[in-house]
């Protein structure tokens, strides 16, 4: 659901919903497929002539480097951001795993990043940098920082990241005022 800028005094839905989404992931996918369907050759019709355990060494390499990057790829194919009224939960890729969900009561504050890229977090995929803070990260663009009152940060490349911080400062200005506090 996205807001529009003329909504912006509006109450927010229960539910606010974003993602974001990497379709160059998808050749690496393929790619890692591609190597797993060469060690599948090699195990079943091979002319290897350098002896077996060469051959048993090139089979699982293949495989085994094949099933590693077509799963590393399609876990971060895509990130879901989900909002409710308590808390935000991130997943990643098809079966959302990684996954993390970040109580409203744990969050300080969060920015808007108009611009965030792999290369400032070492790659894509679930980062951690010590002088940064942890992050999520599927595509170069847009994204939410979260500030934790723990001091760390969380960083979500999603669409929409500036209807999604809004969503969460009107969510935790709620909280602030509600009757738990």
């Known amino acids: 659901m996205r807001d529009h800028?003329?909504?912006?005094?509006?109450?927010?839905?229960?539910i606010w919903t974003g993602r974001a989404t990497n379709r160059f992931q998808w050749l690496l996918a393929l790619g890692g497929a591609a190597?797993?369907?060469?060690?599948?050759?090699l195990a079943v019709d091979s002319a290897w002539t350098s002896g077996t355990a060469a051959l048993a060494?090139?089979?699982v390499g293949c495989i085994a480097a094949g099933l590693l990057v077509l799963f590393g790829?399609?876990?971060?194919?895509?990130?879901?951001l989900k909002l409710d009224r308590e808390s935000l939960e991130?997943?990643?890729g098809h079966i959302g795993v990684p996954r993390r969900r970040i109580l409203l009561a744990h969050v300080a504050d969060a920015d808007f990043a108009p611009l965030v890229t792999p290369r400032q977090w070492g790659g894509w995929g679930y980062r951690w940098r010590p002088e940064r803070g942890t992050a999520v990260v599927v595509r170069r663009g847009e994204g939410v920082?979260?500030?934790l009152w723990d001091g760390h940060t969380f960083t979500i490349t999603v669409d929409d990241a500036e209807a999604a911080v809004r969503v969460i400062r009107d969510r935790l200005r709620s909280n602030a005022h509600g009757p738990l506090h």
């Not at 190597?35 to 050759?41: D, F, N, P, R, V």
């Not at 790829?73 to 879901?80: G, I, K, N, R, S």
């Open 90 to 92: 991130v997943r990643c």
């Open 5 to 14: 800028p003329q909504d912006v005094d509006a109450p927010h839905p229960d």
């Open 57 to 59: 060494m090139a089979v």
């Open 73 to 80: 790829t399609l876990a971060f194919v895509h990130v879901d």
């Open 35 to 41: 190597c797993m369907a060469l060690g599948i050759e």
């Open 145 to 147: 920082v979260l500030r």
